[in-house]
């Protein structure tokens, strides 16, 4: 395993949906694309991993700009969602979806913070060639990648010093629980995810964690 | 520490009967309807909430005993816990009518990044800063009214 810095340089602005979007995830959703399996794409990922804690730093970057987008979505209950999915009348019948109803089908709108960079880096420890492997093909990242949003230029490798877990000046890389960190305790503390699957409340713990741009 | 252990010990468990899945516990204690001082029954569906270790404080008049009753306004209710702020792991919940989903409920640990929990979303900022254009409005608003407190 060596010590890599990972830069995507980006085409399109790009959005994180809140996260620290750290590069163990990255290459976790691009190995559950190909494998299928949640578990399988976690204990695949070419990062060095200490007791769960990948070796992975947040995505880091400078925002040039940042703006807010929304996306308006038209369901179409009828034939955009499973009917299974619809809880049944008491007779165990579906009840008829329709198009005159305002809750079967409707405008949902979701809106992001978008941020302009010129790139994104993570620090890491891992094998470069794998890591290489899997994200030479990924011309997309973040939230609303079918949209625009988040094209990659393309991605570069280079050998750095830092572990993914402490920076220069011993802050914290990425979300690491307090009783694990080892750096400068004066550091951010807060509720997050430290290990896959990061959307899962089970991952989540008291850690110290690197700010996130605004 | 575990957010959903913390909050099942010190409000949860006071609200709803407790099984084996914390999750599953949060989730009842935050979408169930539970009897109110005034005989009537009501989900936590207005109001606000600030659970600290052993110190559940609600503004809804629940007849659940164990839990601090307030009649302060939310923004009134954050401020002062977080003027008075003691370092110690704070949940700050502010409901609507909308159950507050428990993807959406977060520990404040540091006053750099103090996390109001909302059914609509985790209003996130740093208290010892002023609110910037890209802070939430939740947040401005609070700053307001601290302002206007100090003057």
């Known amino acids: 395993m060596e010590k890599l810095t990972v830069t995507a340089h980006m085409k399109t602005p790009f959005i994180t949906g809140g996260g620290y979007m750290t590069f163990d995830a990255l290459l976790a959703g691009i190995l559950f694309d190909q494998l299928q399996d949640v578990e399988a794409a976690h204990a695949s990922v070419p990062?060095?991993?200490?007791?769960?804690?990948?070796h992975a730093s947040?995505?880091?970057?400078?925002?040039?700009?940042?703006?807010?987008?929304?996306?308006?979505a038209n369901m179409r209950a009828d034939h955009s969602l499973d009917a299974d999915l619809f809880p049944r009348k008491k007779d165990g019948t579906m009840r008829k979806m329709g198009r005159l109803r305002r809750r079967d089908f409707g405008a949902v709108m979701n809106s992001y913070d978008s941020k302009q960079v010129d790139s994104l880096e993570w620090h890491v420890e891992g094998d470069s060639e794998e890591i290489l492997k899997l994200i030479e093909p990924i011309s997309f990242i973040g939230k609303r990648r079918a949209s625009g949003f988040g094209e990659v230029h393309h991605w570069s490798i280079e050998a750095s010093e830092l572990d993914g877990l402490t920076g220069y000046l011993n802050e914290p890389l990425r979300p690491i629980p307090v009783e694990r960190f080892k750096g400068n305790t004066d550091s951010l503390k807060v509720d997050a995810a430290w290990r896959p699957a990061y959307w899962h409340p089970a991952n989540r713990a008291i850690c110290y964690a690197p700010e996130t741009p605004q | 520490m575990n957010t959903f252990d913390f909050f099942n010990d010190n409000f949860g468990r006071l609200l709803v009967e407790q099984g084996n899945d914390p999750f599953e516990n949060a989730a009842k204690a935050l979408r169930s309807s539970h009897p109110l001082a005034s005989g009537k029954n009501s989900r936590l569906g207005s109001g606000w909430a600030i659970v600290k270790e052993k110190n559940a404080v609600?503004?809804?008049?629940?007849?659940?005993?164990?839990?601090?009753?307030?009649?302060?306004?939310?923004?009134?209710?954050i401020i002062d816990a977080l003027e008075n702020w003691d370092n110690e792991p704070t949940i700050f919940m502010v409901f609507d009518k909308a159950p507050l989903p428990i993807s959406n409920l977060f520990l404040t640990v540091d006053l750099r990044a103090v996390r109001v929990c909302t059914p609509g979303g985790v209003y996130s900022f740093d208290y010892t800063l002023e609110p910037t254009e890209n802070s939430p409005q939740f947040y401005k608003t609070l700053y307001k009214q601290r302002m206007k407190n100090a003057s």
């Open chain 2, 58 to 77: 609600v503004q809804l008049k629940l007849a659940a005993t164990g839990i601090t009753y307030d009649d302060r306004t939310r923004f009134e209710a």
């Open chain 1, 47 to 54: 990062i060095k991993c200490t007791d769960g804690l990948f």
């Open chain 1, 58 to 72: 947040a995505a880091m970057y400078e925002p040039l700009d940042q703006s807010r987008v929304a996306f308006v």
